[in-house]
């Protein structure tokens, strides 16, 4: 039986989203894609769900991957992990490394580009679970590869990534800023919930045993 700790990543392991800051490099990469990807990025901005949001956010960075390859962006991703790092939360980063020296697993389930995100947590001992594009010849086509890993779709992905393994899992503890998230935290014994008075007075209609962290830590 291996324990595994479940971490969303956007505002959870960092202290802010980092969609823009991989907006900002692909754009860098090639600079005419911008005004696709504006209308895109606009329409996320202003989408008033959570879900058309995240389907908007897909289709610009579909639009800004299109026909490049992994070796393409690089430089780019090299980039955006300077960037990012640069707001990890001091605190999951410590449990991470205690968790680690625990043998516990930790797998960070997130709606982001599982490339982008992989490239970005490289040092830490962590899995990662995330949104995939597809690839045709090598090259990204602007599709995605599977459904958005996002809400229930978080849930699915982490029992087939356990599947994968020779081993059951116990679900220790599980971390996220947005209520999205629920079905992926009811999975574990704990859930660490990081946001202000919002966010708890959602999460407690529902889970009145759930731990609250604020964002400042």
């Known amino acids: 039986m291996k324990d595994v700790v479940l971490l969303d990543f ?22 005419w894609k911008i005004f696709g990807a504006t209308w895109f990025f606009t329409r996320m901005v202003l989408s008033s769900d ?34 990012v790092s ?40 962590v899995f990662v679970v995330g949104t995939g594009f597809a690839k045709v010849s090598d090259r990204y086509s602007g599709q995605l ?10 849930v699915r992905r ?10 059951s899992v116990n679900y220790i503890e599980a971390w996220s800023d947005h209520f999205s998230d629920y079905p992926m935290l009811k999975m574990a014994d704990k859930r660490y919930w990081i946001g202000g008075e919002k966010l708890r007075k959602l999460v407690m209609d529902h889970d009145s045993e759930a731990n609250f962290v604020y964002p400042e830590q």
Request: with cysteine.
């Open 10 to 31: 956007d505002s959870t392991v960092t202290m802010r989203d980092t969609t823009r800051f991989l907006f900002i490099e692909l754009i860098k990469l090639r600079p």
């Open 50 to 83: 959570s879900t058309g949001a995240q389907r908007n956010k897909n289709r610009a960075i579909g639009h800004l991957l299109t026909g490049l390859s992994d070796a393409d962006m690089s430089e780019a991703l090299l980039s955006f992990t300077a960037s």
């Open 86 to 125: 640069k707001f990890f939360r001091p605190l999951l980063i410590q449990n991470i490394k205690e968790w680690n020296k625990s043998g516990v697993l930790i797998l960070i389930v997130t709606a982001s580009p599982s490339f982008a995100i992989a490239k970005c947590v490289s040092d830490l001992p």
């Open 145 to 154: 590869e599977s459904p958005n890993c996002y809400g229930e779709e978080k």
């Open 158 to 167: 982490i029992k087939n990534w356990v599947e994968k393994r020779e081993f």
